[in-house]
């Protein structure tokens, strides 16, 4: 057989483009250099053809329409024909996508080219909610949408309300979270959230029989609206040890070696800014085994379950928000959870300052990084041992880049809520941590003794290492002592972190570490994407929508306060949300309540501190209070609807004992002929950032009762008070500004203030206090089985009792009752009422995230804004 004969390769024509070179995409993209350097190397033949034929964004309904129609029949494989609202969701949303990722694309890359100082904003939760409405409003094409859809046979509301809320978060922390990264994007600040991507949230929770059962949230079985970055991966190690070497240089090394390997695989999530072309980023990352998924040598061998087992225990790390940690088992997991979502941030941190080429000495002159709370601390310990065992900088070198270089926002005065890690955990997990958190607590102690000689008990107050059995890691102080700056995040609420848990810190470093940035809401979704109707009357008021963007415009409502066509539609609207929440209670409960009744509401995080179980003590006795009147009395009564909602940690069983009660109150009262609409109970279960989005702008009054000095600062407050709702609340946390800012008359305050509880619980402790006799009377009729088994509350009922009442509920419940009275009175008047309302709306400019994120820019982060339409020579 002959050889085929020998053919060289067809010569290119001299027409055809020449190839453009290969390159190898890195972690964290190009940098200047390498981009300039690509960019030269392409023809310019090339590079024209590709500019010509560039993704563009849509603007007109026919474009919008057809991208639609595209995503669904090619994306999804359908149809006109089986084009449900599920998949006219989905191909609305990726329509979106497109035009969002296309401003993402360029944000990104004039980032990149202008090089400025970023933040990176590390968060445990971020409480993102639904997308689309969203990312509608922020980009202004919902009108474009909403007559697109329309004419494909579909509601645009139908459209919304097919998507899942994001489970990332459980309350306000990823709550602020949220509002902060629209912030950071619609005032053009060069910014990154970063978080995990929890496949099944903190849990769904479901009502059964009035208790709280929690089953997982299938968020993610359709979410447009991320990008798996399956080249982006980061090995993050656990468990091993620390073997010390020497260098080529003869200097003593620590080497942490032969644990188990994770790795951490990265979403993106673009973020857009309202009213800008800035979209930024946030990343989530997710846990796979280093070892691949499936070992199919066990498989092969008959261990089914343990071919997998390695791919479970890895996922088993971003699976839940929150673990359970009652358990050793959860408390291990919980830190596993922290440590590889700083690890993995930090490495992606650090590349993109690589990549810059700049030396170490500028690395906090290009990255500010935001500790949200004490969760991601360890960011801190990892940053250090980088620079000191990777990167071989000096011990006191690398230390001052670390504390230049992290600010840490602490969200509690309750001494119980700070996160403490056991030694032995932290040293099972992360050996070669703990060897640097006992050198930083050395070093710091050392200072201390130094600054304070004959303090000697103050090193024991602020020592890292709690000498308790068995020793304990207090995070709160490690981020005190590694970050620049401390906030609070209420006025009352920084100083009393000074005063009280945090005094001797302040002692150590003097006042200016410790600053106050009190939270804000963003306006866009918290007034103009929930309350459409309200924020379309201000803007016909105002002269435009410019108040979305500077909150301190609402003072023009001002001078309409006594417009009666204002008030007539002002209050039209209120009416008209609460018939739309009425109608969301009857289909979910089939509990009808009207609409024109006072809605009292309290939607938020079930915990002691927040005094729910105060709030349905009240509404107990509301209801045996109308039981001993007579039909005509009864008559002269303000109907009211008190709606609750939140969830309590699954461990919480104090918690989830209140929700319980709740309910049960809730099956006597609604049933009850007598009563009739003068009084309902509503728990709204699942309560999430799209409810939120229901119940806030039907509010009537809101309850903020926590117990004075305990509430950081609170968000919930500010958006009832944005959609012209009233306060019913302590001074406590934002309370105080927001009475401030309001006025009293606009408010209405109980309870002891936060300087006098010390000495109330002190007389609970060794005093003699009798139970206000009104508490003692609901009390009694808990015990007696009005409200079911008598038993299931006995853990209420003792923490009033031999508890010594901690939370002070005796204490504040006379004032309490006597408020709602007076809420009831002002609720009679509805022109007063209405006056009341107007003018807190116009005074709320103060409380936008906007302001916040400025403050922080200015007075921690030192960052500045970037002009989206920068010029930069990209593609």
């Given at each position: 057989?002959?050889?085929?004969?020998?053919?060289?390769?067809?010569?290119?024509?001299?027409?055809?483009?020449?190839?453009?070179?290969?390159?190898?995409?890195?972690?964290?993209?190009?940098?200047?250099?390498?981009?300039?350097?690509?960019?030269?190397?392409?023809p310019?033949?090339?590079?024209?053809?590709w500019?010509?034929?560039?993704?563009?964004?849509?603007?007109?309904?026919?474009?919008?329409?057809?991208?639609?129609?595209?995503?669904?029949?090619?994306?999804?494989?359908?149809?006109?024909?089986?084009?449900?609202?599920?998949?006219?969701?989905?191909?609305?949303?990726?329509?979106?996508?497109?035009?969002?990722?296309?401003?993402?694309?360029?944000?990104?890359?004039?980032?990149?080219?202008?090089?400025?100082?970023?933040?990176?904003?590390?968060?445990?939760?971020?409480?993102?909610?639904?997308?689309?409405?969203?990312?509608?409003?922020?980009?202004?094409?919902?009108?474009v949408?909403?007559?697109?859809?329309?004419?494909?046979?579909?509601?645009?509301?139908?459209?919304?309300?097919?998507?899942?809320?994001?489970?990332?978060?459980?309350?306000?922390?990823?709550?602020?979270?949220?509002?902060?990264?629209?912030?950071?994007?619609?005032?053009?600040?060069?910014?990154?959230?970063?978080?995990?991507?929890y496949?099944?949230?903190?849990?769904?929770?479901?009502?059964?029989?009035?208790?709280q059962?929690?089953?997982?949230?299938?968020?993610?079985?359709?979410n447009?609206?991320?990008?798996?970055?399956?080249?982006?991966?980061?090995?993050?190690?656990?468990?091993?040890?620390?073997?010390?070497?020497?260098?080529?240089?003869?200097?003593?090394?620590?080497?942490?070696?032969?644990?188990?390997?994770?790795?951490?695989?990265?979403?993106?999530?673009?973020?857009?800014?309202?009213?800008?072309?800035?979209?930024?980023?946030?990343?989530?990352?997710?846990?796979?085994?280093?070892?691949?998924?499936?070992?199919?040598?066990?498989?092969?061998?008959?261990?089914?379950?343990?071919?997998?087992?390695?791919?479970?225990?890895?996922?088993?790390?971003?699976?839940?928000?929150?673990?359970?940690?009652?358990?050793?088992?959860?408390?291990?997991?919980?830190?596993?959870?922290?440590?590889?979502?700083?690890?993995?941030?930090?490495?992606?941190?650090?590349?993109?300052?690589?990549?810059?080429?700049?030396?170490?000495?500028?690395?906090?002159?290009?990255?500010?990084?935001?500790?949200?709370?004490?969760?991601?601390?360890?960011?801190?310990?990892?940053?250090?041992?980088?620079?000191?065992?990777?990167?071989?900088?000096?011990?006191?070198?690398?230390?001052?880049?670390?504390?230049?270089?992290?600010?840490?926002?602490?969200?509690?005065?309750l001494?119980?809520?700070?996160?403490?890690?056991?030694?032995?955990?932290?040293?099972?997990?992360?050996?070669?941590?703990?060897?640097?958190?006992?050198?930083?607590?050395?070093?710091?102690?050392?200072?201390?003794?130094?600054?304070?000689?004959?303090?000697?008990?103050?090193?024991?107050?602020?020592?890292?290492?709690?000498?308790?059995?068995?020793q304990?890691?207090?995070?709160?102080?490690l981020?005190?002592?590694?970050?620049h700056?401390?906030?609070?995040?209420?006025?009352?609420?920084?100083?009393?972190?000074?005063?009280?848990?945090?005094?001797?810190?302040?002692?150590?470093?003097?006042?200016?570490?410790?600053?106050?940035?009190?939270n804000?809401?963003?306006?866009?979704?918290?007034?103009?994407?929930?309350n459409?109707?309200?924020?379309?009357?201000?803007?016909?008021?105002?002269?435009?929508?410019?108040?979305?963007?500077?909150?301190?415009?609402?003072?023009?409502?001002?001078?309409?306060?006594?417009?009666?066509?204002?008030?007539?539609?002002?209050n039209?609207?209120?009416?008209?949300?609460?018939?739309?929440?009425?109608?969301?209670?009857?289909?979910?409960?089939s509990?009808?309540v009207?609409?024109?009744?006072?809605?009292d509401?309290?939607?938020?995080?079930?915990?002691?501190?927040?005094?729910?179980?105060?709030?349905?003590?009240?509404?107990?006795?509301?209801?045996?209070?109308?039981?001993?009147?007579?039909?005509?009395?009864?008559?002269?009564?303000?109907?009211?609807?008190?709606?609750?909602?939140?969830?309590?940690?699954?461990?919480?069983?104090?918690?989830?004992?209140?929700?319980?009660?709740?309910?049960?109150?809730?099956?006597?009262?609604?049933?009850?002929?007598?009563?009739?609409?003068?009084?309902?109970?509503?728990?709204?279960?699942?309560?999430?950032?799209?409810?939120?989005?229901?119940?806030?702008?039907?509010?009537?009054?809101?309850?903020?009762?926590?117990?004075?000095?305990?509430?950081?600062?609170?968000?919930?407050?500010?958006?009832?008070?944005?959609?012209?709702?009233?306060?019913?609340?302590?001074?406590?946390?934002?309370?105080?500004?927001?009475?401030?800012?309001?006025?009293?008359?606009?408010?209405?305050?109980?309870?002891?203030?936060?300087?006098?509880?010390?000495?109330?619980?002190?007389?609970?402790?060794?005093g003699?206090?009798?139970?206000?006799?009104?508490?003692?009377?609901?009390?009694?009729?808990?015990?007696?089985?009005?409200?079911?088994?008598?038993?299931i509350?006995?853990?209420?009922?003792?923490?009033?009792?031999?508890?010594?009442?901690?939370?002070?509920?005796?204490?504040?419940?006379?004032?309490?009752?006597?408020?709602?009275?007076?809420?009831?009175?002002?609720?009679?008047?509805?022109?007063?009422?209405?006056?009341?309302?107007?003018?807190?709306?116009?005074?709320?400019?103060?409380?936008?995230?906007?302001?916040?994120?400025?403050?922080?820019?200015?007075?921690?982060?030192?960052?500045?804004?970037?002009?989206?339409?920068?010029?930069?020579?990209?593609?």
């Amino acid at each position: 057989m002959s050889n085929p004969p020998v053919t060289s390769p067809p010569s290119r024509s001299i027409t055809e483009p020449p190839l453009r070179p290969k390159h190898k995409r890195t972690h964290t993209g190009f940098g200047v250099r390498e981009i300039k350097a690509v960019e030269a190397s392409i023809p310019e033949q090339l590079r024209a053809t590709w500019r010509r034929l560039a993704a563009s964004e849509f603007k007109e309904k026919e474009e919008f329409q057809k991208a639609v129609v595209r995503h669904v029949e090619t994306t999804l494989a359908r149809s006109m024909y089986n084009c449900d609202d599920a998949a006219a969701y989905a191909g609305t949303a990726l329509a979106l996508r497109d035009n969002l990722v296309i401003g993402w694309n360029k944000t990104q890359q004039n980032q990149t080219f202008q090089d400025p100082k970023r933040v990176y904003y590390l968060s445990l939760e971020f409480l993102m909610g639904r997308a689309l409405d969203n990312a509608m409003l922020n980009t202004q094409v919902k009108d474009v949408a909403r007559e697109g859809v329309s004419e494909l046979g579909f509601r645009i509301e139908d459209i919304i309300d097919q998507e899942h809320d994001a489970a990332l978060g459980n309350g306000g922390l990823g709550r602020l979270a949220a509002c902060f990264l629209d912030g950071l994007a619609t005032l053009n600040y060069p910014g990154w959230g970063y978080g995990l991507r929890y496949r099944y949230g903190i849990f769904k929770q479901e009502i059964i029989d009035g208790y709280q059962v929690e089953v997982p949230d299938y968020w993610l079985d359709f979410n447009p609206w991320e990008f798996p970055r399956h080249d982006v991966v980061v090995d993050i190690m656990f468990y091993g040890y620390v073997k010390k070497d020497t260098d080529e240089n003869g200097r003593t090394i620590n080497l942490w070696e032969g644990g188990e390997v994770v790795q951490a695989i990265a979403y993106d999530v673009p973020v857009p800014g309202y009213e800008t072309r800035t979209t930024n980023n946030l990343r989530l990352w997710s846990s796979k085994p280093a070892s691949g998924e499936f070992d199919f040598q066990k498989f092969n061998s008959g261990d089914y379950e343990g071919s997998i087992r390695d791919q479970q225990r890895a996922e088993t790390i971003s699976a839940v928000l929150y673990p359970n940690d009652n358990i050793d088992a959860g408390k291990e997991l919980r830190l596993k959870q922290q440590y590889f979502w700083v690890a993995a941030s930090l490495h992606d941190i650090i590349r993109r300052f690589k990549k810059s080429h700049r030396p170490w000495q500028e690395f906090p002159d290009q990255v500010a990084i935001q500790l949200n709370d004490t969760h991601p601390t360890l960011a801190i310990v990892e940053l250090q041992r980088i620079l000191v065992d990777v990167e071989h900088l000096a011990w006191d070198d690398a230390w001052g880049l670390v504390v230049r270089t992290f600010g840490y926002t602490n969200h509690t005065v309750l001494p119980e809520a700070l996160e403490k890690w056991s030694v032995p955990l932290v040293q099972h997990l992360l050996p070669r941590h703990l060897q640097i958190i006992y050198d930083i607590n050395l070093f710091f102690l050392q200072s201390v003794e130094r600054k304070f000689p004959q303090d000697r008990e103050m090193l024991s107050r602020v020592s890292i290492i709690e000498e308790s059995q068995p020793q304990v890691l207090r995070m709160a102080y490690l981020a005190i002592i590694g970050s620049h700056k401390v906030n609070g995040v209420a006025e009352l609420h920084s100083d009393l972190i000074k005063a009280t848990i945090f005094k001797d810190f302040v002692d150590i470093y003097g006042p200016d570490k410790f600053t106050n940035v009190t939270n804000g809401i963003t306006p866009r979704r918290w007034l103009h994407q929930a309350n459409p109707k309200l924020s379309d009357l201000i803007a016909s008021k105002i002269g435009g929508y410019d108040f979305l963007k500077n909150l301190s415009l609402l003072e023009g409502l001002r001078d309409f306060v006594d417009d009666k066509e204002f008030r007539r539609e002002w209050n039209e609207i209120k009416l008209s949300n609460k018939i739309k929440l009425a109608k969301y209670i009857r289909d979910t409960t089939s509990i009808s309540v009207n609409p024109h009744s006072l809605f009292d509401i309290q939607v938020k995080r079930i915990h002691e501190y927040k005094r729910q179980q105060m709030n349905i003590f009240g509404v107990i006795h509301r209801y045996l209070t109308l039981k001993d009147m007579t039909p005509a009395e009864r008559k002269k009564q303000v109907p009211r609807a008190s709606i609750f909602g939140g969830k309590a940690a699954p461990g919480y069983w104090m918690a989830k004992t209140v929700i319980r009660l709740i309910n049960a109150v809730g099956e006597v009262v609604n049933k009850d002929r007598d009563i009739g609409d003068l009084l309902k109970v509503i728990f709204i279960e699942d309560y999430n950032v799209s409810k939120a989005e229901l119940i806030v702008p039907a509010s009537d009054i809101s309850e903020h009762i926590s117990t004075a000095g305990t509430e950081a600062s609170g968000t919930s407050n500010m958006k009832f008070v944005l959609n012209g709702g009233l306060i019913i609340g302590t001074m406590d946390g934002a309370n105080i500004e927001i009475t401030r800012e309001i006025g009293e008359e606009n408010i209405f305050l109980l309870g002891n203030l936060a300087e006098d509880v010390e000495e109330l619980r002190h007389r609970h402790r060794y005093g003699q206090v009798e139970m206000d006799p009104k508490l003692r009377r609901v009390c009694d009729e808990i015990e007696k089985g009005t409200f079911g088994d008598p038993t299931i509350y006995g853990s209420l009922m003792s923490a009033l009792t031999t508890g010594c009442d901690y939370y002070l509920v005796s204490d504040d419940f006379s004032s309490y009752l006597a408020t709602q009275d007076l809420v009831d009175e002002a609720f009679r008047d509805k022109d007063e009422w209405a006056t009341k309302c107007i003018n807190s709306v116009a005074s709320m400019g103060f409380f936008s995230a906007d302001r916040c994120i400025n403050e922080y820019a200015d007075m921690i982060w030192n960052i500045e804004p970037l002009n989206p339409l920068a010029s930069s020579n990209v593609l």
